[in-house]
Structures are given as C-alpha cells and as structure tokens.
C-alpha cells in the first residue's frame, strides 16, 4: 500500500485552511493587568528611611485584604514582605534604593513593577488597582440567608 498522496493531501488541507480558520494569537483580547492609579510623593518623617504606602483595592472598588506585598532590593540583596489590612492599606519603612516590588493574591492578576527607586527622607503613597481573574465569589455574610433551615 502507499500512503504517501493521502498524507500529502492531509497535511495540504491542514495548512491550507486551519490556519485560515483559526484565530491569529495578536486578535485574541488581552487579559486586564493590575496597575497603579494613583501615586505621589511627598517629605517623609525619617530622613534616613523611605516610607512606602500601599492602598490596594480591586476592580470593584472592594479592598482587598491579605495580598502579599514584596519590595525586593538586589544590592545590597534584602526582601520586605507586608501583608495588606482590612482597609487594603500596608506600609514600608526602608532604606534608600531601587527595588522591584510585586503584589499577589490567589484569585486576581498579580502586580509587578520594576526600578522603584525609593529615597531616603521621602514618603510616597501608591494606590493600586488589582484585577479579579473571575466574576468575584459571593462572601459568606451574604450567603448566610441561603444557608438556615426552613
């Protein structure tokens, strides 16, 4: 048997129209990605240190509590951790320098920024909007009512 023009004709049909037929990767939407709507600067109360304010909240203007915040400095190498409050606020008190911070929840698109340069004697405050990966899970107050025995 030869099965060499059914292959061939295969392969022909395969790019010939699935190509065609598919969507190109640049038409497909692109995913919402955190970011940052808000930032200043001003004199800070320390002249040694720099103060970093977060305010984190989601798309739904819902604050988020529990993110992970991480300000990394690679030289000299040092990693500060903060986790957000109820209020979605967290605060960092450190020294001078450049640093890449990220923010990360289970559930929402992280938040990465690259060369922060913090300096020493300043406060700066950075509100963050992160994005739910999905349509947000009704909380446990809410769905009480659902919950009791008839």
């Known amino acids: ?4 023009p059914v292959i061939s004709l295969f392969l ?4 010939a129209f699935g190509a065609q037929g ?3 990767c640049d038409s497909l939407p692109q995913p919402m990605k955190s970011r940052v709507l808000a930032f200043s600067e ?3 109360p320390d ?5 970093l304010n977060l305010y ?3 798309d739904y203007d819902e604050t988020v509590l529990g993110a992970t915040a991480l300000l990394q400095r690679a030289n000299p190498s040092q990693v500060h951790g903060r986790i957000s409050q109820w209020d979605g606020r967290c605060q960092f008190k450190v020294l001078p320098g450049t640093y890449e911070m990220r923010i990360q929840l289970t559930g929402m698109a992280s938040f990465e920024q690259e060369n922060v340069e913090l300096q020493a004697g300043r406060q ?5 909007e992160l994005i739910r990966m999905s349509p947000p899970v009704p909380s446990a107050k809410s769905q009480a009512g659902n919950n009791r025995r008839r």
């Open 22 to 24: 598919s969507p190109m």
């Open 42 to 44: 001003t004199e800070g």
């Open 124 to 128: 700066y405050e950075m509100e963050i």
């Open 12 to 15: 022909f049909c395969l790019f």
């Open 47 to 51: 002249s040694g240190k720099a103060v």
């Open 1 to 4: 048997m030869n099965y060499q």
């Open 56 to 58: 984190l909240h989601d």
